[in-house]
């Protein structure tokens, strides 16, 4: 796999919510663009942004759900606490040498597709029909 393509079936609705989801798969294609001949401080420097924004990203995504009173708020934290977790660890691996550039790329790929076609679209449709009401 060259690139992640970000499709339209990805898109929630939200602009400022998708265009945050665009920029993280364009940052995992950053990253994936280092795995032939990883350079370690490119690589670092990828991760390092990549965990930052996704931080703010959850952030930006918790804020709006507290705002429309979203019922499954403390499960969908969880899940983003998650995910850091498994982002700084692996992060961790991949500047070991434990864990391929490759993989941590298709975990986050394949993350970032199935939260947001499953938790993000759930809560993105109670946040547009708060709006309507
Ligand atoms: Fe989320």
Known sequence: MEHYDWKDAYNTGIRELDSQHEYLFAL??????????????????ILDELYEYTEQHFAYEESLMEQSLYDDLLDHKKLHIRLKERLSLYSVEVAKGKLSVDDLCEFMKIWLINHILRQDFHFAEQVKNKKDT
Do not use: D, I, S, W
């Open 28 to 45: 995992t294609n950053r990253l994936l663009r280092q795995r032939e001949n990883p350079n370690r401080a490119h690589v670092k420097g």
